[in-house]
């Protein structure tokens, strides 16, 4: 276990040197976090026009937290790309350890653009946030933040064999999360047998607590939404997990495991 | 549709618009190593301030001047106004404005263009990857 973290710890140091050559503060903050801010402005607009901008505000200002959190499949494909799957194999850690690390610094964007999200974009469009209870709306993030980011590397594992469909896999995994999960319409909108299936993605029960916590509603709403979310997340970590053992077992049999792309 | 023709015409004079204006922004872009962060951002704040999904009195007072920069702007409100019966008022000067704001746009990427491309022959900055 002591070596797992060790892994994930310099698995996390890699992608915070991979993000930091990518962004500078600035160019995080004026270009990332900003883009952001203003997709949720953007869809907080049409809910003021349709007379609905709390339910859209909040719904976009959790969900921009799953295109971070989604990143991890690019990262993941990267990371195949650069030949280092041969040496993961040999090394005395998992592989399953440095995918799921490599993504790690873009659910901390995630998280931090969101809660910003929540600090500045409620008072500009008339929207109240409960107090205290907005105290909690980084720990709900959080979660959705955890349960998004195990989804995503489930996809990765997947889509590891086709790092051609990287891009496209990316655009549908978040695509649909904020499709179907309550982002923009009610799931009530969807029919059952969408419904149903829409239970066992992220997003979904972490926004109903969300929009529960700050429609001052039960307590018991809340902790047991954040509860299914938890667990939703740790499905799809399941399904991570057994997806990458897959592919580097596939590997090992018909020599795909190569040393670079 | 009640004014197809000028339907045809604003969709004809946004392209070329579209076209300027991506000049300018390509030129703008190479002034950067890390263009796709630039790219990404701008989509957005262009949805937003050219009016097409949400109509651009819902913004604040500020920003409806910022508006009428933005081709895509008149090219929504010409379009709509094409697909009403009534009459398209000052529909020629409103076709005048998309395309010289095309024409701005071409202009001036083409002599930023060749600004960027001047001073990366200056600085020697030219790679084959």
């Known amino acids: ?261 | 549709m009640h004014h197809p023709w000028l339907f045809a015409a604003t969709m004809l004079a946004s392209i070329f618009a579209m076209g300027g204006t991506s000049m300018l922004y390509a030129a703008a872009m190479m002034l950067s190593r890390n263009s796709a962060v630039y790219g990404n951002f701008l989509s957005f704040p262009i949805y937003i301030l050219s009016g097409v999904m949400v109509p651009v009195s819902y913004l604040p007072d500020f920003l409806e001047p910022l508006s009428r920069l933005v081709f895509l702007s008149w090219s929504a409100d010409l379009m709509r106004d094409s697909l009403a019966a009534a009459s398209v008022p000052n529909a020629g000067w409103r076709l005048l404005v998309i395309i010289g704001l095309g024409a701005t746009g071409l202009v001036g990427g083409r002599v930023l263009l060749s600004a960027v491309l001047r001073r990366a022959r200056e600085q020697g900055a030219w790679t084959y990857a």
């Open chain 1, 1 to 261: 276990m002591r070596d797992q973290l060790r892994v994930l710890k310099h698995s996390a140091i890699a992608s915070w040197a991979e993000f930091t050559a990518f962004y500078t503060w600035k160019t995080w903050t004026f270009t990332w976090l900003s883009r952001l801010l203003i997709q949720v402005c953007f869809y907080a607009l049409i809910g003021r026009m349709i007379g609905s901008v709390d339910y859209l505000l909040v719904g976009n200002a959790v969900a921009i937290m799953a295109i971070d959190a989604c990143v991890v499949i690019l990262l993941a494909i990267g990371e195949r790309r650069s030949g280092t799957l041969s040496l993961m194999v040999a090394a005395p850690s998992t592989h399953l350890t440095i995918y799921l690390g490599r993504g790690l610094i873009h659910l901390v964007s995630g998280v931090v653009a969101s809660v910003t999200a929540f600090l500045v974009l409620p008072p500009l469009f008339g929207v109240h946030l409960p107090w205290p209870q907005a105290l909690l709306v980084p720990v709900l993030i959080t979660a959705v933040g955890l349960s998004c980011y195990c989804y995503g590397a489930c996809v990765a594992s997947f889509v590891l064999g086709f790092p051609a469909a990287r891009w496209l896999a990316l655009n549908i995994s978040y695509l649909t999360l904020m499709t179907f999960c309550g982002v923009n319409v009610p799931t009530d909108f969807w029919p059952d047998w969408v419904r149903r299936v829409v239970s066992f993605l992220p997003m979904t029960h972490g926004l109903t607590a969300m929009r529960a916590l700050i429609a001052n509603g039960p307590a018991s709403t809340v902790v047991t939404q954040v509860v299914l979310e938890l667990l939703v997340g740790a499905a799809w970590f399941a399904l991570a997990a057994v997806g990458f053992n897959r592919m580097v077992r596939r590997g090992r049999r018909d020599g795909s495991i190569e040393f670079g792309a």
